[in-house]
């Protein structure tokens, strides 16, 4: 990110297509295309790995998985692993609005055991090569999931004892009764990676570079928890002795309990963070750029005991500092940038501009009419990324109209120029554009002016609006790849 350059937030999740979510397919490319199209150097994406509870890809059963909800159906059916019939039946009969991931956890699988019964023996050696290749945590993970499968979806934590405590005898019981399983969920992750290569080197032939994220804790329903318990604070039993989240704040007056499991960073300086540089070499494989979701939490964490109701009771521990960043820094092809959201002490800010990495501004967050805003376009420093909002926030029109103060709204207005016959995201996007910050971004619902029916998530929330909103493919016409452009060309971005 040496030069002024702009890109578009959008998750593989939220692409269009009729296979009920979006994939790694033609959708993807189209995606592609457009950017291309618009001037745009950077495609911003959730995490790929399979979401946990809630659908969050943020709290995920595995840190170095792919989704295979992601999986191009009709690539398969190229290679005769699905018939034409099958993808009839796989197409989505709902609102294209919308993910539905009851109907996809209950109708994809089925789909993919057939897939996988058609190539057992043609994929027999690359899947073995595969699997040698990834051995660091595939192996684990396929057994992992095999056993949920299993256990009817049982949460880690209500597994029998040995197989939860990975018991010598168990472990071997298990492997054998579940080879076949835990190689078809080894195959699935044989599939995502190869087309997810492909994509990206779409990507680059355009000239698209990939922003991926890098969620900073696992669920504690994970193969990394039962796999290698000692990376984590935990009892003997796998339960959790402390759980993550952040203090109240100006957004919450109880904070956010997250509930993952926190990290024994004793262990990890032990073992010189070996654990780290495997995920981020990982990431470094997969993205031109990662961002690493909340970043303050290397300086110092919120701790909340076991068992707590909401955040309050927390209290700040020490992260691994500077010593983790020193030991990141020669994984080849790594570039970061830094979540550096929230309510943050001196200490944690001068931890963040000594890393040297590029930070995050949002718009949202600039309008003040009393004070100034380090938010504000005027004030964004060049080593940073500015954003008009986040998947966190809402967008920027559902903001003005239903979140923001009257002075706020007024301040926006007069600030970004705003006008109703020009569409009040176009506004915001070039608030963004005009920064001296190197990368600015916008969510895709910013660039179209939606509100808050489209909003990503909502934090501290739970239910089917979360994670579920899906662009339409109408909406990535010649008329928006070309406002773009111009206001990428006019702020010197192209």
Known sequence: MQRRSSGILLPVSALPGPYGIGTLGESARRLIDFLAQAGQRYWQILPLVPPGGGDSPYMSPSSFAGNPLFLDLEALAQEGLLTRAELACARYPGSPDRADYAWLHDSRPPLLRKAWDRARTRYAAPLQDFLTQECGWLPDFALFM????????????????DVRRREPEAMERCRALLADDAAFHAFLQLLFFRQWEALRSYAHQKSVSIIGDLPIYVSPDSAEVWGEPRLFQLDEDLTLSAEAGVPPDAFSELGQHWGNPLYD?????????????RRCAHMARLYDVVRIDHFRAFHTYWSIPSGSQDARTGHWEPGPGAALLEALRPIEGLSLIAEDLGDLD?????????????????????????GESAYLPHNCPVNAVAYTGTHDTPTFVQWLFDEASPAQRAFASDYLRLRSDEGFGWGAVCGAWMTPCRLAIAPMQDLLGLGGDARMNAPGTSGPQNWSWRVRQAALNDDVAQRLRHIT??????
């Not at 800010?349 to 009419?369: N, V």
């Not at 060309?489 to 192209?494: D, G, K, M, P, V």
């Open 146 to 161: 095999a056993l949920r499968d299993h256990f009817g979806g049982a949460e880690l934590k209500d597994w029998p004892r």
């Open 265 to 277: 960073w004793d262990y990890h300086r032990r073992t010189g963070f070996a654990w780290w540089k």
């Open 346 to 370: 001196d200490a944690a800010r001068d931890f963040i501009a000594e890393s040297g990495l590029p930070g995050m501004k949002i718009l949202l967050y600039a309008f003040d009419p009393e």
């Open 489 to 494: 060309r006019t702020y010197r971005r192209a």
